[in-house]
């Protein structure tokens, strides 16, 4: 890898394929050394056809995330609201393609091991390294609930993780934390897509959080005519499908 390096980071796409074109449209411009997809990149009922086809194209180093996982979870352990969503994805997309992601690496080593890039934590996509979820809103978690999920070798600088769906920069014993903000289903009131820009300038590290505008009226038009999950539509606050587990997990 050059000293010199630009990172483009997505996550959490969800399926939706509006949200997506304009997150990548907005990558291309930057022209990143290298993409990374930290996962859960069909879940959801925007056009999941259309974002696996959007993500298979970007040649992105990938990693697993939990709604990955449930891609192929047997039926009998998902809430009857999940096992819908699962019936339909299996109808749309093919059957060696959900088993790809399902069984993607949970964490991905780039630049001469400097970066660490995961779903939740590096030990696991279930769980989330920076923030919490108390039941009715996000904290941040303190240093010693980090350190306790971090566990990373001693020449990692920088460790990306999504799952949460909140955007976060935290400096933990010198290393860069950076939780991505996700490409589908926000929650903090700004429908915009979002993807990240980690940039290696003379040795230093910087982050940009990016926001992009997209489509959302027809994001939800798309999950009204389509998806199996209408009662979950949120038309207020695209894009529109509910990604909260029933236990609180993203």
């Not at 069909?42 to 996982?69: F, H, I, K, S």
């Not at 303190?142 to 566990?151: A, T």
């Not at 903000?181 to 903090?188: C, I, K, R």
């Amino acid at each position: 890898m050059p000293s010199d390096l630009s990172i483009a980071i997505l996550t959490d796409a969800h399926g939706n394929a509006f949200a997506l074109e304009a997150v990548i449209q907005d990558i291309r411009h930057h022209a990143p050394d290298v993409i990374v997809n930290l996962g859960d990149q069909v879940w959801g009922q925007a056009d999941p056809v259309g974002a696996l086809m959007l993500q298979r194209a970007l040649g992105a180093v990938e990693v697993r995330g939990n709604n990955d996982e449930r891609l192929v979870t047997p039926t009998a352990e998902l809430h009857p609201q999940l096992a819908r969503l699962q019936a339909w994805l299996a109808e749309q997309l093919p059957r060696a393609e959900l088993e790809r992601i399902a069984t993607l690496p949970t964490t991905a080593s780039l630049a001469d091991g400097a970066v660490l890039a995961a779903h939740g934590t590096p030990a696991t996509p279930w769980d989330s390294l920076l923030l919490s979820w108390d039941g009715s809103g996000y904290i941040r978690r303190p240093e010693h609930e980090i350190r306790e999920r971090l566990n990373v070798a001693a020449a990692t600088e920088v460790v990306l993780v999504g799952h949460m769906h909140r955007e976060d920069v935290r400096i933990v014993d010198g290393c860069l934390l950076v939780s991505v903000g996700p490409v589908s289903s926000q929650g903090d009131g700004d429908p915009r897509a979002r993807w990240a820009l980690l940039t290696r300038r003379g040795g230093r590290w910087q982050m940009e959080a990016r926001r992009v505008e997209y489509d959302w009226d027809a994001a939800a038009s798309w999950e009204r005519e389509h998806g199996p999950l209408e009662d979950k539509v949120n038309h207020v606050c695209p894009p529109n499908l509910e990604m909260r587990d029933f236990d609180g997990r993203a």
